[in-house]
């Protein structure tokens, strides 16, 4: 894949080899049992609650345009994206969010806190053949994205360890070994976020926060983020999209037309649409989610995860998506912007949702006698 270079080297990470170290009984002396999220000794108990809604989903749709993956009280669901009932691909007491189609289909990427610690992990969309990519235990890896050729993921990256949370930088994981950074921590300390590649590969899209210290109050109002564009060939870093109310969450469609973005406006989260060939900027929808953007410390992203197909775009009431016929899709689950790559208008168009929800919730500890 042009811009990124071959990565297939036997590197592996010295907090993958910690986290390998730590966990064995034999090589720590620890003869406690490991820690099983989906075990852990406590008193439990099962509710089951169907729903037609929900909030600060993300939502991917599938490259042949026939089904949505979405995520929602930390499990995953598919439907049909012409909407029905949800059918449950990854449950159970871990949380699983952020799911994305691989570009050909074939695998479905998400982030779970199944091995004790949010990490990358990819299986068929069905949920079968469930497979780690990632190993931390300490750090923090939070936004996730496929690169072009489905053969690498790119992720935001923070360090465990304060001040370090503060900061952040995208690396490259091959999934056959291998990591490297493609965008470093920014100049003024701060962090890069919501990673969206080219499908050719030569450009990474993603979000970077411009203020220069920490601060309390943040207004969202103000020129709190940008979406910048990085040349994985030459290195050139460019602004994408800015201003009053920031720029982030950016995804790109699948014939490099089109960017999608979010941004403040008064008091409503929009979704923007820019032109790459003209630079023009439109407004397509004003009914998201709130975003984060006004967070103090936005450890997550400033918007729920969003996926292309062939030319759409996407957005939604929670997450927002791109079809083949550069459309987006939601309703419960996400909006599609629908627009072919000979027009330029954009619609919106929803898939309802039916999700039976199932959820392992823990008992409370009560403390008992004289304290």
Same mark, same amino acid.
């Given at each position: 894949?042009?811009?990124?270079?071959?990565?297939?080297? &036997?590197?592996?990470?010295?907090?993958?080899?910690?986290?390998?170290?730590?966990?064995?009984?034999?090589?720590?002396?620890?003869?406690?049992?490991?820690?099983?999220?989906?075990?852990?000794? +406590?008193?439990?108990?099962?509710?089951?609650?169907?729903?037609? @809604?929900?909030?600060?989903?993300?939502?991917?749709?599938?490259?042949?345009?026939?089904?949505?993956?979405?995520?929602?009280?930390?499990?995953?669901?598919?439907?049909?994206?012409?909407?029905?009932?949800?059918?449950?691909?990854?449950?159970?007491?871990?949380? +699983?969010?952020?799911?994305?189609?691989?570009?050909?289909?074939?695998?479905?990427?998400?982030?779970?806190?199944?091995?004790?610690?949010?990490?990358?992990?990819?299986?068929?969309?069905?949920?079968?053949?469930?497979?780690?990519?990632?190993?931390?235990?300490?750090?923090?890896?939070?936004?996730?994205?496929?690169?072009?050729?489905? @053969?690498?993921?790119?992720?935001?990256?923070?360090?465990?360890?304060?001040?370090?949370?503060?900061?952040?930088?995208?690396?490259?994981?091959?999934?056959?070994?291998?990591?490297?950074?493609?965008?470093?921590?920014?100049?003024?300390?701060?962090?890069?976020?919501?990673?969206?590649?080219?499908?050719?590969?030569?450009?990474?899209?993603?979000?970077?926060?411009?203020?220069?210290?920490?601060?309390?109050?943040?207004?969202?109002?103000?020129?709190?983020?940008?979406?910048?564009?990085?040349?994985?060939?030459?290195?050139?870093?460019?602004?994408?999209?800015?201003?009053?109310?920031?720029?982030?969450?950016? +995804?790109?469609?699948?014939?490099?037309?089109?960017? &999608?973005?979010?941004?403040?406006?008064?008091?409503?989260?929009?979704?923007?649409?820019?032109?790459?060939?003209?630079?023009?900027?439109?407004?397509?929808?004003?009914?998201?989610?709130?975003?984060?953007?006004?967070?103090?410390?936005?450890?997550?992203?400033?918007?729920?995860?969003?996926?292309?197909?062939?030319?759409?775009?996407?957005?939604?009431?929670?997450?927002?998506?791109?079809?083949? &016929?550069?459309?987006?899709?939601?309703?419960?689950?996400?909006?599609?912007?629908?627009?072919?790559?000979?027009?330029?208008?954009?619609?919106?168009?929803?898939?309802?949702?039916?999700?039976?929800?199932?959820?392992?919730?823990?008992?409370?500890?009560?403390?008992?006698?004289?304290?």
């Amino acid at each position: 894949m042009q811009g990124l270079g071959p990565v297939r080297h &036997a590197l592996v990470s010295s907090f993958a080899c910690a986290a390998a170290c730590t966990a064995s009984p034999c090589l720590s002396g620890n003869t406690e049992r490991a820690w099983d999220v989906t075990n852990t000794g +406590q008193p439990y108990r099962d509710i089951t609650f169907t729903t037609t @809604e929900g909030t600060w989903m993300s939502v991917d749709i599938s490259p042949d345009g026939k089904s949505l993956v979405f995520d929602l009280l930390g499990s995953i669901y598919q439907i049909p994206s012409t909407g029905g009932d949800a059918k449950l691909i990854h449950g159970g007491p871990a949380m +699983q969010r952020t799911p994305s189609f691989s570009p050909d289909g074939r695998k479905l990427l998400y982030i779970s806190d199944a091995s004790g610690a949010e990490n990358a992990w990819m299986s068929n969309p069905d949920g079968s053949d469930a497979q780690q990519i990632t190993h931390e235990t300490a750090n923090l890896l939070m936004s996730i994205a496929w690169a072009g050729d489905g @053969e690498s993921v790119v992720g935001e990256y923070i360090e465990g360890r304060y001040p370090a949370r503060f900061t952040s930088d995208l690396r490259l994981f091959d999934l056959l070994g291998g990591v490297r950074t493609i965008v470093p921590t920014p100049p003024n300390r701060r962090d890069v976020a919501e990673p969206a590649l080219s499908r050719d590969g030569r450009y990474i899209y993603y979000t970077e926060r411009l203020a220069p210290t920490f601060q309390i109050y943040v207004d969202a109002n103000h020129i709190n983020y940008a979406v910048k564009r990085s040349d994985l060939q030459t290195g050139a870093v460019e602004e994408m999209a800015s201003s009053w109310g920031g720029g982030f969450d950016p +995804q790109i469609s699948r014939d490099g037309r089109r960017l &999608a973005f979010v941004r403040r406006v008064e008091n409503k989260t929009v979704l923007f649409v820019l032109e790459l060939a003209t630079n023009e900027q439109r407004a397509i929808y004003d009914g998201l989610d709130r975003d984060l953007q006004a967070s103090t410390i936005r450890i997550l992203a400033g918007f729920p995860t969003i996926g292309t197909l062939r030319s759409g775009a996407r957005a939604g009431c929670t997450g927002w998506t791109w079809t083949a &016929a550069g459309r987006r899709r939601s309703r419960s689950v996400s909006p599609y912007i629908s627009g072919s790559p000979t027009r330029s208008e954009l619609s919106m168009t929803w898939s309802p949702i039916n999700s039976r929800c199932e959820r392992y919730v823990a008992s409370r500890h009560r403390r008992t006698g004289t304290p």
